[in-house]
């Protein structure tokens, strides 16, 4: 079983940071690609980032140039950086990872969401 929690929302003002904390557990081979989805009030979930193994990301449109995805895989943990956050950036943000495990299944794990509030 991999479980997967997420940290570090919060409410910010427009303009400032907020640094998303996502760490994995549990019976872990190995860890694929990591990402981040948000979910704003009324919205369906959409993408945000992606980091695969190797180091490669990607971004959504929307948060190029405002966002950095990382990851630690000594800690089995992936980050997201948010800079000059926006009011539109507001939403359940969601981790979420291809995992491998001991027993070489391999599946797609959600963490339980964490709030970020951006105030006008």
């Known amino acids: 079983q991999v479980q997967l929690v997420e940290s570090g929302g919060g409410l910010v003002q427009a303009g400032g940071s907020l640094r998303l904390s996502c760490k994995a557990s549990g019976s872990i081979f190995s860890i694929n690609a990591m990402d981040w989805y948000r979910q704003a009030p009324g919205k369906e979930r959409e993408f945000i980032a992606r980091i695969f193994s190797g180091g490669r990301t990607d971004y959504a449109d929307s948060v190029k140039g405002r966002f950095t995805i990382s990851r630690d895989d000594a800690k089995n943990t992936v980050y997201l950086q948010m800079n000059s956050l926006k009011p539109e950036d507001t939403g359940v943000y969601y981790c979420?990872?291809?995992?491998?495990?001991?027993?070489?299944?391999?599946?797609?794990?959600w963490g339980q969401g964490t709030q970020v509030t951006v105030s006008s």
């Open positions: 979420s990872s291809d995992v491998t495990s001991y027993a070489r299944s391999r599946f797609v794990v």
